[in-house]
Every structure is written in structure tokens, then in C-alpha cells.
């Protein structure tokens, strides 16, 4: 917005449909005063914020160029229906590895990211099984990745 002092546009397409009810109070709302100080903190932010992409654009070039020797392993964890995004496969490469022969089993990398419970009884009394805090960083991402 070039005129941050213009307020002479429709707001309902840019409100979420559970505003709608309150769009009188809203637009009363932006009928207001920005004073040049205001407008200054305004451009700061905003220019902060273009800044901080800027500064995400150049991390994820680095990360890009940096998962080239792994692009094998990369494309084919696309390949399972809950990886969209290229930088969970690559966060999925760099937690576990390339190198899959360090777990015999599905079920010994399962256990490694901390993704199955213990079970933890002794004469009949069962004790806490709770998923251990191993894997703090996969496994938050396999599970986000699960429910999107």
C-alpha cells in the first residue's frame, strides 16, 4: 500500500468468513489516524520482513545445493504420499541418514526415532509407556507430514 493514510478500500474480501458478522465494527475500525511515526515503524517492519525472506531464499539455495549428492534418496521419499515438501525429505535424509544399514529392521528404525512405546511390566504390573523423547527432531516432522 503506497498511502498507508488511504483507507478507501472494500475490506470483506480480505476478512475470514466468521468476521463477516462484524464488518461494521471492522471498518470502523480502519477509519482511523496513522501519524508519521507510525507510518515510519510501518515501513521498518515491512521492510524487516522482506529482509527475513530474502535471508529464507538464501538458506534454502545453501540446503538445496547442499542435498545434491543425496537427490537419489530424496526423490524417492517423495515418492510416499505424505512428503510434499522437498525440505521434509531432506530434514528426513540428514536426521536418519542415506546409509539404511545400520537398522536390520523397520521396526529397529522406528524405535531409534522414538516412535514406539516401551513395555515396561514386571509381575504384572505395568509400568509408564510413554513414546521416549529420542528422535526430538524426526519425529515431529514424520508426524506433521502424517496429518497434512
Not at 471492522?26 to 508519521?36: K, M, Q, R, T
Not at 543425496?70 to 510416499?80: A, K, Q, R
Not at 516401551?118 to 496429518?147: D, F, H, M, W
Amino acid at each position: 500500500m503506497a498511502n498507508p493514510l488511504d483507507n478507501s478500500f472494500d475490506i470483506e474480501p480480505l476478512i475470514h468468513g466468521s468476521m463477516k458478522a462484524k464488518l461494521p465494527e471492522l471498518e470502523l475500525a480502519i477509519d482511523g489516524f496513522i501519524s508519521p511515526e507510525q507510518a515510519e515503524k510501518l515501513k521498518v517492519i515491512k521492510q524487516h520482513y522482506e529482509d527475513l525472506k530474502l535471508r529464507k531464499a538464501d538458506l534454502e539455495k545453501i540446503i538445496l545445493s547442499l542435498s545434491v549428492p543425496y537427490s537419489e534418496e530424496i526423490n524417492l521419499i517423495l515418492t510416499v504420499p505424505s512428503f510434499k515438501n522437498i525440505f521434509s525429505a531432506i530434514t528426513v535424509v540428514s536426521e536418519i541418514g542415506a546409509n539404511m544399514d545400520v537398522f536390520p529392521t523397520a521396526k529397529h528404525l522406528c524405535s531409534w526415532a522414538g516412535l514406539t512405546p516401551t513395555n515396561n511390566e514386571s509381575a504384572g504390573k505395568k509400568k509408564s509407556v510413554r513414546i521416549s523423547r529420542a528422535g526430538c527432531y524426526i519425529k515431529p516432522l514424520l508426524v506433521q507430514c502424517a496429518t497434512l
